[in-house]
């Protein structure tokens, strides 16, 4: 075959490519299609702005944030951060946060996976109000349930306890988090585990080593929402953690802000270290956030 046949692409075919998908639009459909570019640059700019400002403003010096407010900065100031660090008492905080929200996910996991499991799988009598008052609790909001919330909270000794408030968020979670796995579970098809007792697996074998695996997308979806939940909870860490060697970041970010309310460098710079945590948890789970996102939506 020679090269006559197969001509080389160039900028001219491509041209006509785009003339002709303009041809096949109309004006209606490119005028449509100009809309839905405009709408996400507008959604793009109102998402990464605040964040670039709070960024821009922990490198400005207290005189250039005032005189240059919206811009970048004209020149780097790092020192804000290690000032940051040092006058909020980040290390600790973060090193508490880490602890409570680790914990506090590993337990939100570890009980709602077989909870959304056997409200999928098995048959049993309540099955129905169990799933009815599991939904009905995720329209509660931990505020109305603060009094008694202290107050069981104090007779089991989990003030001021990092893995007592652990516990605490893993149950204010766990309401939505069996939701979405049990519709994750509810997708898998049940020759899987016919198969599997076949072959003598247990319920608990069926479930870590078959179904477990199956459900990433799942549980990447509920670590993601618990993670940014526990995070960057106050209202919790507020009420239970009233020991500032125990307090998490929230805690901490009000307390730096009521001290020195006019350093906003600084503070736009304690800012900035407690949200590159949850920058980066969401552009490492993204693909599986995506994914949890649509597979459990439809039934197979």
């Known amino acids: 075959m020679s090269a006559a046949a197969n001509p080389p692409l160039s900028r001219d075919n491509g041209t006509v490519g785009h003339r002709r998908n303009a041809r096949r639009l109309g004006a209606g459909g490119i005028l449509e299609l100009a809309g839905i570019y405009a709408a996400l640059v507008l959604v793009l700019l109102e998402t990464l702005y605040p964040l670039l400002w709070v960024l821009f403003g922990s490198l400005k010096t207290k005189q250039e944030m005032l005189s240059n407010i919206w811009g970048p900065p004209s020149s780097l100031v790092f020192q804000n951060y290690a000032d940051a660090w040092r006058i909020a008492g980040m290390g600790s905080r973060i090193v508490s946060s880490v602890f409570v929200t680790g914990s506090a996910l590993i337990i939100l996991v570890a009980v709602a996976t077989p909870c959304a499991y056997a ?128 307090q998490t970041i929230p805690l ?27 920058i980066i948890v969401f552009i490492a789970m993204q693909r599986q956030f995506i994914a949890g996102l649509t597979a459990g939506a439809v039934k197979g």
Not at 182 to 189: A, D, G, N, Q, Y
Not at 254 to 272: E, H, I, N
Request: hydrophobic letters at 60%; a neutral charge; zero cysteines.
């Open 119 to 246: 409200l999928a799988r098995l048959r049993f009598p309540g099955r129905g109000l169990v799933l009815a008052v599991a939904v009905a609790a995720m329209l509660v909001p931990p505020q109305v349930m603060a009094i008694p919330l202290f107050m069981v909270a104090r007779d089991l000794g989990l003030i001021n306890n990092r893995l007592g408030i652990a516990f605490v968020y893993a149950a204010t979670s766990l309401p939505l988090s069996v939701f979405i796995l049990r519709s994750f579970f509810v997708t898998l098809p049940a020759d899987l585990e016919d198969a599997a007792r076949v072959d003598g697996a247990s319920r608990l074998a069926i479930l870590i080593h078959i179904m477990l695996p199956l459900i990433r997308p799942g549980v990447a979806l509920i670590l993601i929402f618990g993670f940014i939940e526990i995070w960057n909870d106050f209202f919790l860490a507020f009420l239970l953690l009233r020991d500032p060697s125990v």
């Open 252 to 278: 901490g970010l009000v307390s730096f802000f009521q001290q020195y309310d006019s350093l906003w460098t600084l503070y736009f710079a304690a800012l900035t270290i407690t949200t590159l945590p949850v």
